[in-house]
């Protein structure tokens, strides 16, 4: 019998709520508050705070933190707006801490 594996994905490490797919991974070498963090392309499940300009490594940006819609655990946040042109690849994106996420059917 074949066994059937679902995508794999990333979750809460709170509450094991899936939060966003391996798939939407674009980068992992990006920095958070406490560490290591992803950029992904999507998310889901998730709730979006309201934005603030907050200056990060590398430059001044809109952002909006980001909570699991199930615990309301803060995972990351969202980049709304980049204001050095060679950022704006990121709006629209998503930041996880690693540490605020695990890995599911791997």
Not at 7 to 31: E, T
Not at 49 to 72: F, N, S, W
Request: charged share 30%; proline share 2%; aromatic share 12%.
């Amino acid at each position: 019998m074949a066994e059937i594996v679902g995508p794999r994905v990333y979750s809460c490490y709170n509450c094991r709520n899936h939060v966003s797919l391996h798939d939407d991974v674009i980068s992992k070498a990006f920095q958070g508050r406490n560490g290591r963090a992803f950029l992904f392309s999507h998310a889901m499940n998730i709730v979006v705070g309201p934005k603030e300009d907050r200056q990060l490594m590398t430059g001044l940006h809109t952002v909006a933190d980001i909570y699991c819609a199930d615990c309301r655990e803060v995972l990351g946040w969202k980049y709304e707006r980049a204001y050095e042109e060679s950022q704006k690849y990121k709006e629209g994106k998503f930041i996880f801490e690693k540490s605020k996420i695990v890995k599911e059917n791997w």
